[in-house]
């Protein structure tokens, strides 16, 4: 199984990458989460895209994502809700509209985050859901990792160092591992 994981931060000590970083180690065996980065992707602009098509960096994202089994968010709060950079990478994604079912639709996410405020990443989690919604994709609801205070968590390189947290994460990333798996053997044709 391959996941990848999308962090929405550009930082390059960011928490949120560094929760992404910290979970490559945790997944199971057999399991292979693949961190894609976003800082190639320019600001989305229909004329950027009419005159010039779907830049290479964002075609290159559609494909590495269509390859995998499962997307992992981990989302930063900025201003009680989503990331710019983030939400600008994933309306790249979704272009041309006609090409948003392939890389989106029925595509298996969760959505994680860390924040150095007191609660984590709960409001732009909850923010993504009409986003995931409109891209038709579906989310995993079996757990939520919020990891609020973040600086006390990470280290100043963007390192998990709380074990607590550590645990919190293992378990999501496991259970949303075991959703995948149950989704993926659920449309697959039994060889009874």
């Not at 292979?32 to 320019?42: G, T």
Request: proline content about 5%.
């Amino acid at each position: 199984m391959k996941i990848i994981g999308i962090s929405g931060s550009l930082r390059r000590h960011s928490f949120n990458t560094g929760l992404l970083r910290a979970a490559v180690a945790l997944v199971p065996a057999g399991v292979e989460l693949e961190i894609a980065a976003i800082d190639e992707i320019p600001l989305y602009n229909a004329d950027v895209e009419a005159s010039e098509g779907i830049p290479r960096s964002v075609v290159a994202l559609k494909d590495r994502i269509v390859a995998a089994d499962a997307l992992l968010l981990s989302t930063p709060e900025y201003n009680n809700s989503v990331s710019g950079v983030l939400k600008n990478a994933i309306d790249w994604l979704s272009r041309p509209s006609a090409d948003s079912q392939r890389v989106f639709g029925g595509r298996l996410v969760a959505i994680m985050g860390a924040s150095p405020g007191s609660y984590g990443s709960v409001q732009a989690q909850t923010a993504w859901l009409p986003i995931v919604r409109t891209l038709r994709m579906q989310p995993w609801f079996g757990g939520r990792l919020a990891v609020a205070h973040a600086g006390a968590a990470f280290d100043e390189t963007g390192v998990l160092r709380d074990d607590k947290v550590r645990a919190q994460l293992r378990d999501f990333v496991q259970g949303f591992v075991q959703f995948a798996a149950a989704s993926h053997a659920l449309k697959s044709p039994s060889s009874a």
